[in-house]
């Protein structure tokens, strides 16, 4: 370790360029500290001399001075951050130095050359960049190589994964992360924790940015490097490929170069296809133009590019401080050589990817704004003979820097896993105790089987189609879900049926389709129970489409028995065709039949409430009014000759802001509001279906839960900022503007 600290002590001391392959214009200035300490270059972690890349602050090298050795203090540069002095105490330096017990004790080391050393001499990034360095002291910048980003964490692995002094201990499973345009890797920077407690050795893909290697050859490069990561000196490795973007289209091509190696391949929103997903860039990409954009034009481009890639509003302040960086250090020229590759489709043919057998995963963002990910993720799902989708609804382009997004727990949860986790890992054992149990690095890998597939009675792609005819009307009313954590796992093993029971809103078509397709988005393809006689006026097989079937005595019961999803308004049509006054009031029959049914076939229920559609419409007058007024007679001899209750009389409503009747029902905008309440598992609960108390108790708790959560809705409502149509469309374009960021003079 001492002969590596001193190796990387005397590279990073050099005035010509760092040992970063992704930023070699970086400029370095070194303070040295005047006093030579006698220490041992074992006491001090590797991981602090590649400190540039967790914090960007500063990187403590080590230099064997054959009397001592010599601590140094490296800042580094980015080529397009602004540094400047600082103007304080030098306990504000250290401060920002020190993030560990480990570098407590150093720093109480060093504090006499820090107090002799004038504040003003030490230059501190303004914003750090992110981007790691190589482990290996001889990797320059015009090398393809694998980084280590186990060995930059503070504090080290955990006691219990440490089963030897080398990386590649016994049964270690690797996992490859392949990051996009950027090729920096601070994607997958915050889970790396949580990777390396769940037993993964991760390394990361880094191509310099003067790099002009093709597809193929990028392969050729990396092919040797990850045989000798998975090889390594205990025998072979299980090897999980991450591509992400840019990084999915190397992904697959590893897979198909190598398939001997790749057990596991995950793509994250992955760019194949990239003239179909985002025909204005692939042209731009084409025309080579973006090569020759001037440093002023570029950043420009750079800052509109940054917020169609990344939801601001779920990164957190911290968070955005560094979102600019791994832009910053793709200069123009590489920007444009690696978009023309996108634009290079060889080797990934329909007939080459269904050759692909390793268990894939496909990770699309539902609001993903640079590619059409849920698009292509369905496509290559189609293609892929063993894999599986899954829908991220609320996230954008690069939503590994996103808040609450958990990589590990979302593994788990659809069931990739390594093969040597704990035994009594399931997808739907909690990802937190999993960390804390052992790892057994001693068992024989598992078998991998093909990904557990279901029959649906409506496809994907048909879904999809829904959700593209949605589009525009999710934009106006701008959908806000919460309770989602309340959710049972979709892909839970064995499958149990899910029973979705909630409040029916006016007219039903004003926001049922967004729960639909939203519950859809969550991984649940809800079976509605549509009214007779949306058949008989010739609708019927529109809802049928979707999913609805025809509501009669045993639908529900059926459709739970078969396994699934069913969605089940008790209140019915009574509750769409409500009276004045009656908005979001529950009006369900005494009736504890679907209490019954849910507990008789071991289903779950989740109880919802929604908000919206009753203040959407005016009611002028209303099935009370109608029965009142001379025509009552008239309507009562036409529902009996029917056979249809007279509470299933449609209100008449006003056109908005006319105040004029309108036949068919026209709604204002309003923002619509879901809710989950706390789920009901009937296994647990143990209600015994004859008797009538207890379904009575479990009725009213599942009303009560469905009430709770209208109310809850009620007060979020009040708060919104955004309940309004012109509020919310503002905020929508806010989000969307560029932040310009200042760039240094010289900035590329």
């Known amino acids: 370790m001492a002969a590596a600290a001193a190796a990387a002590g005397a590279m990073m001391m050099s005035a010509a360029s760092p040992s970063c392959c992704c930023c070699s214009c970086c400029n370095v200035q070194s303070l040295h500290l005047r006093r030579a300490l006698n220490l041992q270059a074992a006491q001090i972690s590797s991981s602090?001399?590649?400190?540039?890349?967790?914090?960007?602050?500063?990187?403590?090298?080590?230099?064997?001075?054959?009397?001592?050795?010599?601590?140094?203090?490296?800042?580094?540069?980015?080529?397009?951050?602004?540094?400047?002095?600082?103007?304080?105490?030098?306990?504000?330096?250290?401060?920002?130095?020190?993030?560990?017990?480990?570098?407590?004790?150093?720093?109480?080391?060093?504090?006499?050359?820090?107090?002799?050393?004038?504040?003003?001499?030490?230059?501190?990034?303004?914003?750090?960049?992110?981007?790691?360095?190589?482990?290996?002291?001889?990797?320059?910048?015009?090398?393809?190589?694998?980084?280590?980003?186990?060995?930059?964490?503070?504090?080290?692995?955990?006691?219990?994964?440490?089963?030897?002094?080398?990386?590649?201990?016994?049964?270690?499973?690797?996992?490859?992360?392949?990051?996009?345009?950027?090729?920096?890797?601070?994607?997958?920077?915050?889970?790396?924790?949580?990777?390396?407690?769940?037993?993964?050795?991760?390394?990361?893909v880094c191509i310099p940015i003067d790099d002009r290697s093709s597809w193929q050859q990028l392969v050729q490069k990396l092919l040797p490097l990850v045989l000798a990561e998975v090889q390594g000196v205990h025998g072979s490795r299980h090897l999980t490929v991450f591509g992400e973007s840019f990084g999915g289209c190397l992904a697959i091509r590893l897979a198909l170069a190598a398939p001997d190696l790749v057990s596991q391949l995950v793509l994250l929103n992955p760019a194949t296809n990239f003239a179909e997903n985002n025909a204005l860039a692939s042209f731009c990409a084409r025309t080579g133009l973006l090569a020759f954009f001037p440093g002023p034009l570029y950043g420009l481009a750079q800052d509109i590019l940054l917020p169609l890639m990344v939801k601001r509003n779920r990164v957190s302040t911290l968070g955005n401080e560094d979102l600019l960086s791994p832009i910053d250090y793709v200069p123009a020229p590489c920007a444009a050589w690696r978009f023309s590759?996108?634009?290079?489709?060889?080797?990934?043919?329909?007939?080459?990817?269904?050759?692909?057998?390793?268990?894939?995963?496909?990770?699309?963002?539902?609001?993903?704004?640079?590619?059409?990910?849920?698009?292509?993720?369905?496509?290559?799902?189609?293609?892929?003979?063993?894999?599986?989708?899954?829908?991220?609804?609320?996230?954008?382009?690069?939503?590994?820097?996103?808040?609450?997004?958990?990589?590990?727990?979302?593994?788990?949860?659809?069931?990739?896993?390594?093969?040597?986790?704990?035994?009594?890992?399931?997808?739907?054992?909690?990802?937190?105790?999993?960390?804390?149990?052992?790892?057994?690095?001693?068992?024989?890998?598992?078998?991998?089987?093909?990904?557990?597939?279901?029959?649906?009675?409506?496809?994907?792609?048909?879904?999809?189609?829904?959700?593209?005819?949605?589009?525009?009307?999710?934009?106006?009313?701008?959908?806000?879900?919460?309770?989602?954590?309340?959710?049972?796992?979709?892909?839970?093993?064995?499958?149990?049926?899910?029973?979705?029971?909630?409040?029916?809103?006016m007219f039903g078509i004003y926001d049922s389709p967004i729960l639909v397709h939203e519950l859809f988005l969550r991984g649940f393809r809800c079976r509605g129970l549509a009214h007779p006689g949306h058949w008989t006026l010739g609708v019927g097989p529109i809802f049928q489409r979707y999913g609805s079937v025809k509501a009669s005595k045993f639908a529900a019961y059926k459709l739970l028995k078969e396994g699934e999803d069913v969605l089940l308004f008790p209140g019915g049509s009574r509750e769409v065709c409500k009276r004045r006054g009656e908005e979001y009031k529950l009006m369900w029959k005494p009736r504890v039949d679907f209490v019954r049914m849910a507990s008789r076939l071991n289903a779950i229920i989740v109880p919802f409430g929604i908000l919206g559609a009753d203040e959407a419409y005016k009611i002028i007058f209303d099935g009370d009014d109608m029965l009142r007024s001379p025509i009552g007679p008239l309507l009562r001899a036409l529902y009996a000759q029917l056979q249809i209750s007279t509470d299933n009389i449609y209100p008449l409503t006003a056109l908005p802001f006319l105040n004029l009747p309108s036949i068919i029902p026209i709604p204002s905008i309003e923002r619509i509001y879901i809710h989950f309440g706390k789920s009901i598992d009937t296994a647990d609960y143990g209600c015994k279906i004859d008797n009538k108390d207890e379904c009575k108790e479990l009725y009213l708790l599942v009303k009560k839960r469905v009430e709770d959560s209208i109310d809850m809705l009620k007060g979020i409502r009040e708060q919104d900022p955004e309940r309004s149509l012109p509020a919310r469309l503002l905020a929508k374009a806010e989000r969307l503007l560029p932040e310009i960021t200042p760039r240094a003079p010289g900035s590329k």
Not at 57 to 68: D, K, L, Q, S
Not at 119 to 140: G, H, R, W, Y
Not at 169 to 180: D, S
Not at 484 to 498: I, K
């Open 341 to 505: 590759m996108l634009n290079d489709n060889s080797g990934l043919s329909d007939h080459d990817i269904k050759s692909i057998t390793a268990p894939t995963l496909l990770f699309a963002a539902a609001k993903d704004r640079v590619l059409s990910s849920l698009t292509e993720c369905a496509r290559l799902k189609s293609l892929l003979p063993n894999a599986k989708r899954v829908i991220l609804p609320e996230s954008g382009h690069t939503f590994l820097l996103e808040d609450g997004v958990d990589l590990v727990s979302m593994l788990h949860k659809n069931g990739f896993t390594h093969p040597y986790s704990s035994p009594a890992m399931s997808p739907s054992t909690d990802c937190a105790a999993f960390q804390g149990g052992p790892l057994n690095l001693n068992s024989s890998p598992q078998s991998h089987l093909p990904l557990e597939k279901r029959k649906d009675e409506v496809p994907d792609d048909v879904m999809d189609e829904l959700g593209r005819i949605l589009e525009p009307w999710r934009i106006l009313t701008s959908p806000l879900v919460t309770g989602t954590e309340n959710l049972p796992n979709p892909g839970a093993v064995p499958r149990r049926p899910v029973l979705f029971v909630g409040n029916h809103t």
């Open 48 to 204: 602090w001399t590649r400190r540039c890349c967790r914090r960007g602050f500063g990187i403590m090298a080590v230099e064997n001075t054959g009397g001592g050795v010599r601590e140094t203090i490296t800042f580094v540069k980015p080529p397009k951050m602004e540094r400047r002095r600082t103007r304080g105490s030098s306990r504000r330096a250290r401060s920002m130095l020190i993030g560990s017990s480990e570098e407590k004790i150093l720093s109480q080391q060093l504090e006499p050359d820090l107090q002799e050393t004038n504040s003003d001499e030490v230059a501190i990034l303004e914003n750090p960049n992110s981007c790691p360095l190589p482990e290996s002291t001889t990797s320059t910048s015009d090398q393809v190589t694998l980084l280590n980003p186990m060995k930059l964490l503070l504090p080290p692995l955990p006691q219990r994964l440490q089963t030897s002094d080398d990386d590649d201990a016994p049964g270690r499973p690797l996992l490859l992360y392949v990051p996009g345009m950027d090729c920096t890797g601070q994607g997958i920077r915050t889970h790396l924790p949580g990777l390396s407690a769940s037993g993964y050795d991760v390394r990361c």
